[in-house]
């Protein structure tokens, strides 16, 4: 008979835990009872979980949403962020390339029936000239990082970017529609205030619905509309097309039954963008 090995790994006898099977472990999963070495061992309420049961309870688990149905996660906006850096990014390139930067995004009604991305590109140029430099972009990034902030949070991130771009979209449409009236065809309109106002009218909509009162907000839309009307070089217009496409797309995302809640975002993103573009379609072939 010979005495057994040391050395020998453990027989089936000693517990080793399964992911390292040369690690002996007397400590068990409080879930599965399989062994679990110190490095596998995950602190539960009660003993200790092996990292598997963790990681499984991780993936069957509920995703946590906001009363809009937005899934719950922490982290940085990276909608709102985005935006920011695209304004940004874009406003440097109109100080180092200049006029040609500028001239080839600009919004203008004749230019963007050929050009139609020029609806959305006018969104993330920023005045470079008078007063209104600096402080045009200053205004609308501080609104969009307190407003989008918000709301990227309780909407989610594909609704926030969804109201952006078609309140930017719904601003240049109203200048389009008015052109004629208050504007002309070749009148240029840059800024992201029309995707600004947008987030205004969809914040006191989510505020309703949250039933926290939202007059703070309507104060602030009030005193800009004025803003808007008293200093010239403002394209209230675009405000205006960007604070009604905020409050009808905020008011589907923030009213939409918990069921149908997909169906009606998507829907009401859709047929607001359709109906813009018919807008749009329209008034430049009746000029
Ligand atoms: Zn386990
Ligand atoms: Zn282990």
Known sequence: ????????????????????????????????????????????????????????????????????????????????????????????????VGLAWTSALVFQPAIASIEPWRYFTGGFLHSTQGYLAFTHLGFNMYVLWVLGRELEVALGRWRMAALFLVSVLGGHVMVTMLTGVTTDWFQGVLGASGGVFGLFGAIVVVLRRMRRSASGVVGVIALNAVIGFVVPNIAWEAHLGGLLVGLLLGSAYAFAPRDRRAFVGVGATALVTVVLVVLAVVRTALA
């Open 1 to 96: 008979m010979s005495a057994p090995d040391p050395s020998a790994p453990p027989t089936s006898s000693v517990p080793v835990c399964p992911r390292h099977p040369d690690r002996v472990s007397y400590v068990r999963c409080q879930r599965c009872e399989r062994p679990a070495c110190a490095e596998c061992q995950r602190p539960a309420a009660v003993g200790v979980h092996c990292v598997d049961c963790v990681r499984e309870a991780a993936r069957t688990a509920p995703v946590r949403r906001t009363v809009f149905g937005a899934p719950v996660r922490g982290g940085r906006p990276v909608v709102t962020l985005t935006l920011i850096g695209l304004c940004v990014a874009s406003y440097v390139l109109q100080w180092v």
